[in-house]
């Protein structure tokens, strides 16, 4: 029997600051990652990821960050808290793709000075994750007083933080596999035949996204009529409602 090909689970490191601690804890999570047998990962730096500031979103896609994210099977986001957020520039990488995420599992590792130990990142996080088709798990790592956990050279002062990310890891890993699983295995064909053909946007003409897939609420009531679905373009943002015929 052929062994399966590893889990591939890359560490993502939310941040460019210079002295930033997170740093010793990506890398602690991509050393963690890959003692575990059938599973290797790596540190992307969004730091070597060339993002344009002039733009948003897939248009300003990183080839090579793409190509990681549609490799990965699942991810480690690693985010410092700054300003009881996550960095901008984490969600500017991060919008620059879509389907490359779409039912892959996410944990997040939460970094800070404060005590709250990235609490407030994580949620905060969490509905990013969600719209950008990322699936979360149920565990967190919180990594809080950070200058107590790691000395400036990256040496682990507090290894209670390893014991507190085996659960973390176990369940990344479970959710992992699933749902490479479920990628693989487990077709959404009979779900396709019954939902609408895919849209494509009546602007710009760009081929549908899983957001313009999405319905969403917002179209111009039309008198006599129901809106049945409406989808906005990722691409140019124009509305599109189908409805029913319009009566009377
Ligand atoms: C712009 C900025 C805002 C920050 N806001 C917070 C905060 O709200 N709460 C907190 O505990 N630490 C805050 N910090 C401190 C960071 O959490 C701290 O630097 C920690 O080491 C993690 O970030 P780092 O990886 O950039 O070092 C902030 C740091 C910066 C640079």
């Excluded at 007083?145 to 014991?163: M, P, Q, Y």
């Excluded at 946007?201 to 129901?226: I, L, Q, W």
Aim: hydrophobic share 45%; proline share 5%; glycine share 8%.
């Amino acid at each position: 029997m052929t062994e399966p090909r590893p889990l591939n689970i890359p560490v993502i490191l939310g941040t460019a600051r210079k002295g930033r601690a997170s740093v010793h804890a990506a890398r602690l999570f991509v050393e963690l990652l890959n003692r575990r047998a059938g599973v290797t990962s790596r540190l992307i730096d969004i730091a070597t990821v060339p993002m344009p500031v002039d733009d948003a979103g897939e248009a300003i896609k990183d080839p090579a960050f793409a190509q990681a994210m549609t490799a990965a099977d699942g991810l480690v986001i690693v985010s410092p808290e700054y300003n009881h957020s996550f960095p901008g520039l984490l969600k500017h990488v991060l919008d620059s793709c879509l389907s490359e995420y779409i039912h892959k599992a996410v944990g997040i590792v939460g970094v800070s000075a404060g005590g709250f130990a990235g609490a407030r990142v994580i949620q905060g996080l969490l509905p990013v994750m969600r719209e950008i088709g990322l699936v979360t798990i149920f565990w967190d790592v919180n990594i809080g007083t950070v200058a107590k956990v790691f000395a400036e050279d990256g040496r682990l002062l507090d290894d209670a933080v390893i014991r507190r990310s085996e659960r973390f890891i176990k369940e990344l890993i479970w959710m992992t596999k699933v749902l490479r699983h479920g990628r693989e295995q487990v077709t959404v064909d009979d779900e396709a035949a019954e939902r609408p053909p895919a849209v494509t946007c009546p602007v710009c003409g760009m081929a549908m996204t899983h957001h313009a897939d999405k319905e969403v609420a917002s179209v111009p009531a039309v008198e006599g009529a129901t809106v049945l679905s409406a989808h906005t373009c990722a691409n140019c943002g124009a509305q599109q409602g189908i409805i029913t015929s319009v009566t009377g």
